[in-house]
Structures are given as structure tokens and as C-alpha cells.
């Protein structure tokens, strides 16, 4: 499956984007997707993931700001961030997979597919 993420921009603090991950493939109801994101200098994080049932998990920083929800229809999964803050700055993976077990959800490595990434910066 194809993966394009989009929707980033430059926000101010507090403010709101939502990121859109569109995939090629009309099975991805079907598929494990979550949202990860990479500051400068930093590793990948865990931000959000979205299971086949519909059963969402946020990191806890994101908790109560975030959520994460999809559109069969649109083969679109989307990430909704409200009270944006600096330190959210970075840029914004989605990634997906159909086997991945539910243990490695919050780790990267364990997912086969993976967009190309949004910038999303949050001035002070």
C-alpha cells in the first residue's frame, strides 16, 4: 500500500491542523495505522494508532489534544491536533500494517508501510 500524508503547515500555539493519510490500497479499513512524528535531532515517537476495530491509543502527551479517526470510504485516516504546543513541532509519519500485533503498536519498527511525512510547525 501507498501512504500520503498531508496537512501539515505552521500554526501558532494553541491553534489546530488535522493531517489526512490517503492510501492507495481500498482494503485499508483493514490495516493497523498509526501516526508518529520526528523532531530535529530526536527519535521517532509514538503519537497515535488507529486498529481495525476502531480501538484508538494516544501517546500520553497527546491525550485529550489528539484524536485519531478514519473514513472507510475514503480510505483515509486522519490525525486531528488541537492546543497545539511548540514542542510539537516536528515532522509527521503515518505508517500501517495488516499483521502488526497489538504489543507493537507505539513502536515503529514494526511497521511495514510508511508515508512520506508532514511538516507541522508550532510558533510560540
Known amino acids: 500500500v501507498q501512504l500520503q500524508a498531508s496537512g501539515g503547515g505552521l500554526v501558532q500555539a494553541g491553534g489546530s491542523l488535522r493531517l489526512s493519510c490517503a492510501a492507495s490500497?481500498?482494503?485499508?479499513?483493514?490495516?493497523?495505522v498509526g501516526w508518529f512524528r520526528q523532531a530535529p535531532g530526536k527519535e521517532r515517537e509514538f503519537v497515535a494508532v488507529?486498529?481495525?476495530?476502531?480501538?484508538?491509543y494516544y501517546a500520553d502527551s497527546e491525550k485529550g489534544r489528539f484524536t485519531i479517526s478514519r473514513d472507510k470510504a475514503k480510505n483515509t485516516v486522519y490525525l486531528q491536533m488541537n492546543s497545539l504546543k511548540p514542542e510539537d513541532t516536528a515532522v509527521y509519519y503515518c505508517?500501517?500494517?495488516?499483521?502488526?500485533?497489538?504489543?507493537?503498536?507505539?513502536?515503529?519498527?514494526?511497521?511495514?508501510?510508511w508515508g512520506q511525512g508532514t511538516q507541522v510547525t508550532v510558533s510560540s
Open positions: 505508517a500501517a500494517d495488516q499483521s502488526i500485533i497489538l504489543s507493537s503498536v507505539t513502536s515503529a519498527q514494526y511497521y511495514a508501510y
Open positions: 488507529i486498529r481495525r476495530s476502531g480501538h484508538t
Open positions: 490500497d481500498r482494503t485499508f479499513s483493514n490495516y493497523v
